[in-house]
């Protein structure tokens, strides 16, 4: 949850401490093969203030999965994510939703 409070608040600062370097993104508009790679696209186009209310949260031993809706503005949608550690950092983020409302 730490990384959706970060993200929600557009600290991008913070959401790089929680990534590990070698960190594997993928989602429905972009891949990231790095933490640098993944920071660098979001100082150039910061996600901004928004809302997040947690569906669902499932934790084991290495993985977190959340679902979530993601208000922004007048528009809400519902988004998953996977969330893998290693060493105690994020080292793959997997983000699924329906990315029409964006288009």
């Known amino acids: ?3 959706l409070r970060c993200f929600c608040a557009g600290d991008v600062n913070g959401l790089a401490s929680l990534l590990a370097d070698d960190l594997r ?11 640098k790679a993944y920071v660098d696209a979001l ?10 209310v947690a569906l669902s949260v499932t934790e084991n031993a290495d993985s977190v999965s959340i ?18 550690f290693k060493k105690r950092k994020i080292s793959e983020i997997l983000l699924v939703f329906d990315g029409r409302g964006f288009a």
């Open 67 to 84: 679902y979530y809706d993601y208000e922004r503005g007048d528009r809400t949608i519902t988004i998953a994510q996977l969330f893998k």
């Open 25 to 35: 993104f993928k989602g429905p508009f972009h891949e990231f093969n790095s933490s």
């Open 43 to 52: 100082t150039t186009d910061p996600p901004g203030k928004c809302g997040c």
């Open 1 to 3: 949850m730490e990384f």
